[in-house]
C-alpha cells in the first residue's frame, strides 16, 4: 500500500514541480542515476547494504520496489531537484535540504520496518550516501565526464568497506 501512496504523492509532484519541456536536459543524468542504482543491485544483490521491504502483499518485494523507485520516483526527483538548483551558495543550503529530505524520509520507512540496513550499513552511512549522490548528480547535470570519474573512488570505498565476500557474488 505504501508503495500506491509513494508513487500517487510523486505524480502529484511531476505534474506540479516538473517542467516537461526540459525532461531531455535531464535525461543523461537520469540514466547515469539508473545505471550506477541497478549496477549496485546486481553486484550487491545477495549481499545487500539496504533493502526495501512489502508488508502488504508476498510479490512485492525488493526488486519490483528497487525498479519502481529507480525507473519512477528518482526520476521525477531528479528532475525537480535539477531544475530549480539555485546559482551560488545558496546551491550548499539546497543540497543539505535534499539531503535531509532522503535521509527523514528512509528513516522514517526503517522506523515502520519497510527499510531494511544490512551488513553494517546505517542510517548514518544513507546520510554519507546521500551527501554523494546529490553532489554527484549535480557535477553529473554540468560535467558528466567528471561525476563518472568522481564515482570510481566512491564505488571503492564501498567495496572496500561493504564489499561482498567472493561466494556470495552471483
Same mark, same amino acid.
Given at each position: 500500500?505504501?508503495?500506491?501512496?509513494?508513487?500517487?504523492?510523486?505524480?502529484?509532484?511531476?505534474?506540479?514541480?516538473?517542467?516537461?519541456?526540459?525532461?531531455?536536459?535531464?535525461?543523461?543524468?537520469?540514466?547515469?542515476?539508473?545505471?550506477?542504482?541497478?549496477?549496485?543491485?546486481?553486484? /550487491?544483490?545477495?549481499?545487500?547494504? =539496504?533493502?526495501?521491504?512489502?508488508? $502488504? @502483499?508476498?510479490?512485492?518485494?525488493?526488486? &519490483? !520496489?528497487?525498479?519502481?523507485?529507480?525507473?519512477?520516483?528518482?526520476?521525477?526527483?531528479?528532475?525537480?531537484?535539477?531544475?530549480?538548483?539555485?546559482?551560488?551558495?545558496?546551491?550548499?543550503?539546497?543540497?543539505?535540504?535534499?539531503?535531509?529530505?532522503?535521509?527523514?524520509?528512509?528513516?522514517?520507512?526503517?522506523?515502520?520496518?519497510? /527499510?531494511?540496513?544490512?551488513?553494517? =550499513?546505517?542510517?548514518?552511512?544513507? $546520510? @554519507?550516501?546521500?551527501?554523494?549522490?546529490? &553532489? !554527484?548528480?549535480?557535477?553529473?547535470?554540468?560535467?558528466?565526464?567528471?561525476?563518472?570519474?568522481?564515482?570510481?573512488?566512491?564505488?571503492?570505498?564501498?567495496?572496500?568497506?561493504?564489499?561482498?565476500?567472493?561466494?556470495?557474488?552471483?
Amino acid at each position: 500500500m505504501y508503495l500506491v501512496i509513494v508513487i500517487v504523492v510523486y505524480i502529484i509532484f511531476a505534474k506540479i514541480f516538473v517542467d516537461w519541456k526540459r525532461w531531455k536536459e535531464f535525461y543523461p543524468t537520469i540514466q547515469y542515476f539508473i545505471i550506477c542504482n541497478l549496477a549496485y543491485n546486481f553486484i /550487491f544483490f545477495n549481499h545487500t547494504l =539496504w533493502a526495501y521491504k512489502a508488508v $502488504t @502483499v508476498e510479490w512485492l518485494n525488493h526488486t &519490483i !520496489i528497487e525498479l519502481v523507485f529507480s525507473f519512477f520516483v528518482i526520476p521525477v526527483v531528479i528532475m525537480i531537484y535539477l531544475q530549480y538548483f539555485p546559482k551560488g551558495r545558496k546551491g550548499v543550503l539546497y543540497i543539505a535540504v535534499w539531503i535531509a529530505y532522503f535521509s527523514i524520509i528512509e528513516l522514517l520507512f526503517y522506523k515502520r520496518g519497510l /527499510f531494511l540496513y544490512e551488513n553494517d =550499513w546505517s542510517p548514518i552511512w544513507s $546520510t @554519507v550516501f546521500n551527501t554523494i549522490m546529490f &553532489i !554527484i548528480l549535480r557535477i553529473h547535470h554540468k560535467k558528466p565526464l567528471a561525476a563518472m570519474m568522481c564515482s570510481i573512488p566512491v564505488i571503492a570505498i564501498l567495496l572496500y568497506f561493504f564489499h561482498p565476500l567472493y561466494h556470495e557474488l552471483k
